[in-house]
Structures are given as structure tokens and as C-alpha cells.
């Protein structure tokens, strides 16, 4: 059974920093890509970042240059370390994979940062 369990969302003021984890069960890890995603209320779902499994990263322009993905393969866990956070970055987070034809998608975690 694939799961995706993500931790780390909160409030925080616009400039904060927060942290935010994604342990994965249940999936070859190491050799998955893995995705964070945010959903803000009557938005559609965004890609934030992605991390391949030769650590190659992509980070939508909104972010570039105040997020990091990063993962722990003998944790198999996914980070996401956003720094410089923005009102408009306020949304419920969302860890996400690919499997072959399927596709798995944490609980998600919500963050919200105050002007």
C-alpha cells in the first residue's frame, strides 16, 4: 500500500521560512520521482517543485530562487524548504508520485502566510 504522509505546514509571517516533509511508504523510493504541489482556494493544482531520482530539480518560476526540494533516499522522504514565503504562497501542499500508470497523492499539509 502506497502512502504519502506530509508534515510541516503551519502560519507563518510573509518573509518566514518553513519546512515542510514528505515520508513516502510503500514505493521504491530511491528510484521515484518525486513532486510538491500546492492547491490555493478556487485555484487549480500547481507544481511546485520536482526532484528526480539523479537529484535533478525544477521549481515552478513563482518559486525559483526561495524553495528547495531535496530528499533523504535512506529515509525515503522529500523535503521542501521554503524560504522568502509570500501571501500569495498560501495554499494546502501536496506530495505526489508517479508509479508506472498510477498516481499517489499525499493528504497534504496547509500553509498560510499572513501580510
Known amino acids: 500500500q502506497v502512502q504519502l504522509v506530509e508534515s510541516g505546514g503551519g502560519l507563518v509571517q510573509a518573509g518566514g521560512s518553513l519546512s515542510l516533509s514528505c515520508a513516502a511508504s510503500g514505493i ?38 526561495r524553495f528547495t526540494i531535496s530528499r533523504d533516499n535512506a529515509k525515503n522522504t522529500v523535503y521542501l524548504q521554503m524560504n522568502s514565503l509570500k501571501p500569495e504562497d498560501t495554499a494546502v501542499y501536496y506530495c505526489n508520485t508517479h508509479q508506472g500508470p498510477y498516481v ?9 502566510v499572513s501580510s
Open 28 to 65: 521504491a523510493f530511491s528510484f521515484s520521482t518525486m513532486d510538491w504541489y500546492r492547491q490555493a482556494p478556487g485555484n487549480e493544482r500547481e507544481l511546485v517543485a520536482l526532484i528526480t531520482t539523479g537529484g535533478i530539480t525544477n521549481y515552478a518560476d513563482s518559486v525559483k530562487g
Open 104 to 112: 499517489y497523492w499525499g493528504q497534504g499539509t496547509q500553509v498560510t
